[in-house]
């Protein structure tokens, strides 16, 4: 059984950093994309950052040069390091994979969702 456990969210303030992880497991494909999305209240989900099995990365504008997306292949976990936050990125931050794929960035059809985990930025 394919399972996504995110954690890390809390609550900081803007220019605060936080690193948020993804703990997976069950994976029956070597070739995999995981990506990081968030939403926040009344908009809609959207991509932030993404690693695929192959080493391939991507971020998005609002995040590059801020978010780092790492894997530790040995832990099983992918992590996402977010320095200089602000306000903006208040969000639910949630984990998706998409399996059979090896490139990013991916889009909102992922195959297995983790539980969201808050980020809230403070001014």
């Known amino acids: 059984e394919v399972q996504l456990q995110a954690s890390g969210g809390g609550l900081v303030q803007a220019g605060g950093s936080l690193r948020l992880s993804c703990a997976f497991s069950?994976?029956?494909?070597?070739?995999?994309?995981i990506g990081w999305f968030r939403q926040a209240p009344g908009k809609e989900r959207e991509g932030v950052s993404c690693?695929?099995?192959?080493?391939?990365?991507s971020s998005s504008d609002s995040v590059k040069g801020r978010f780092t997306i790492s894997t530790n292949r040995a832990k099983n976990t992918v992590y996402l390091r977010m320095n200089s936050l602000k306000p903006e990125d208040t969000a639910v931050y949630y984990c998706?994979?998409?399996?059979?794929?090896?490139?990013?960035?991916?889009?909102?059809?992922?195959?297995?969702w983790g539980q969201g985990t808050q980020v809230t930025v403070s001014s």
């Open positions: 998706g994979v998409l399996m059979r794929w090896s490139s990013c960035p991916v889009g909102l059809g992922m195959d297995y």
């Open positions: 069950g994976f029956t494909d070597d070739h995999y994309a």
């Open positions: 690693i695929s099995s192959d080493g391939d990365t």
